[in-house]
């Protein structure tokens, strides 16, 4: 699926052979195999040309990383601990995603008033600490 998502396009069992051979020693039949597989599971969709199939991506790859934690956090007895526990977790950089994308979830209407209510409350004039950061540089998926 990295292959196919990196394009972001149509690719045939040739295309990511080639590109895994870069790396690594592949049979064409363990690609072939690999995308047939996929393409029975819902996670590729497929279109023939001439004797050869070109495979895409049913959905971004952060489309699906975003189900992988809503599945386990659905299936968690605490949600709220098991959220505690995976914010532990985060680096500092992944919290400031995370601040972003609740940002642009909430959108401007509502992130703002927060803010200011913040600063309020703080008594001593301190401001939010991601004051400055830009919501639309939250990044997709991460490198991994």
């Not at 990295?2 to 149509?10: D, L």
């Not at 996929?38 to 952060?62: C, F, I, N, P």
Request: hydrophobic letters at 40%; charged letters at 25%; aromatic letters at 6%.
């Amino acid at each position: 699926m990295t292959r196919v998502w990196k394009w972001n396009r149509p690719v045939t069992v040739r295309e990511v052979l080639e590109d895994l051979q870069q790396e690594r020693s592949i049979a064409y039949t363990t690609v072939m195999t690999v995308l047939d597989n996929l393409h029975q599971k819902g996670w590729v969709r497929r279109e023939a040309e001439g004797r050869a199939y070109r495979y895409e991506a049913v959905s971004t790859r952060a489309a699906y990383a975003a189900a992988l934690m809503n599945d386990a956090w659905s299936q968690s007895d605490n949600p709220a601990a098991a959220l505690v526990a995976f914010f532990g977790m985060m680096s500092d950089e992944q919290r400031g995603a995370l601040r972003d994308a609740v940002r642009i979830v909430q959108g401007p209407e509502t992130a703002e008033p927060a803010t200011a209510a913040s600063a309020e409350s703080a008594g001593s004039g301190a401001t939010n600490g991601s004051a400055g950061e830009n919501p639309a540089s939250a990044s997709e998926g991460g490198g991994r």
